[in-house]
C-alpha cells in the first residue's frame, strides 16, 4: 500500500471518530429527556438504555486515535521521542475504550474505575503534547504552536473540572473535552494534505 494511501487512509478514519463521538453525544442529549448538557457529564449519557450511543462514539473517537498514530508513524519513523509519543496516542485510543465499557459507572459505586481512567487520559494527552510537539513543525509548521496551546489550555483547564459547581459541570466537561477532539482532527486534516502533496511530487 502506498504511504499516501496510508496517510488518507488515518486521516479519514481519525476524523470520522472526532465527528462520530460529536454526533453521540448530540444524538444522546436529544433521546436522553432529563439530561441537561450544561449541568450533567458526558458519562451520565452513557447510563440507561440509550447509554450504547454514546459508548460507540468514543470507541469509534478511540479508533481515531489509533488510525492517527499508524499515520503519523507512516509518515516519521525516526526519532525515540517522537516513537513514545506514537506509543501514547495508542495508550490514549485503549484508555478512550476502557473509559467507554466502564463509564456506566458514572455517578455509581463503581465510580471509582471511571474517574481513574479519566485521569489517565488527563495525564496521557498533556505528555502526548510535550512529547511530539517539535516534529509536527514538519508536517505543517503551524502544527507546532497549536499543539502547544492546546496543551497549555489542557494543563490550565483540565484540573478545574473537578471545582466547577453542578450547574455548569456539564458544560464544562465539554469545553475541555473539545480539545481531545479539535486537536486530532486539525492534525489529521494536515496528514490528509501531505499525502496530496506526496501523489503531486511522484507524478
Same mark, same amino acid.
Not at 488518507?8 to 442529549?29: E, N, P, Q, R, T
Not at 429527556?33 to 470507541?59: C, R, V
Not at 471545582?163 to 473535552?177: K, Q, S, T, V, W
Given at each position: ?67 492517527? &498514530? ?9 526519532? &525515540? ?65 497549536f499543539t502547544i ?8 483547564? &483540565?484540573?478545574?473540572?473537578p471545582l466547577m ?29 501531505? &499525502? ?8
Amino acid at each position: 500500500m502506498k504511504t499516501s494511501t496510508i496517510y488518507k487512509l488515518s486521516a479519514v478514519l481519525c476524523f470520522f471518530g472526532c465527528f462520530a463521538v460529536i454526533a453521540a453525544d448530540i444524538i444522546g442529549i436529544i433521546l436522553h429527556e432529563e439530561h441537561n448538557p450544561f449541568k450533567n457529564t458526558i458519562s451520565m449519557l452513557a447510563i440507561g438504555k440509550y447509554g450504547w450511543i454514546q459508548d460507540l462514539g468514543l470507541d469509534f473517537l478511540a479508533m481515531g486515535y489509533v488510525a492517527l &498514530a499508524i499515520g503519523l508513524f507512516t509518515w516519521k519513523k525516526n526519532n &525515540a521521542r517522537w516513537l513514545i509519543g506514537l506509543v501514547v496516542l495508542v495508550f490514549i485510543g485503549a484508555d478512550v475504550v476502557m473509559i467507554a465499557e466502564h463509564n456506566q459507572y458514572a455517578g455509581r459505586p463503581g465510580e471509582k474505575i471511571h474517574r481513574k481512567l479519566v485521569y489517565i487520559l488527563a495525564g496521557l494527552f498533556l505528555i502526548l503534547h510535550i512529547l511530539i510537539y517539535p516534529y509536527l513543525k514538519s508536517l505543517k509548521p503551524f502544527l507546532k504552536k497549536f499543539t502547544i496551546w492546546v496543551g497549555v489550555l489542557w494543563l490550565l483547564l &483540565a484540573p478545574l473540572l473537578p471545582l466547577m459547581p453542578d450547574y455548569i459541570n456539564g458544560a464544562y466537561e465539554r469545553f475541555i473535552c473539545s480539545l481531545l477532539v479539535i486537536w486530532p482532527a486539525v492534525v489529521s486534516y494536515y496528514l490528509w494534505k501531505s &499525502a496530496n502533496l506526496e501523489n503531486v511530487s511522484s507524478e
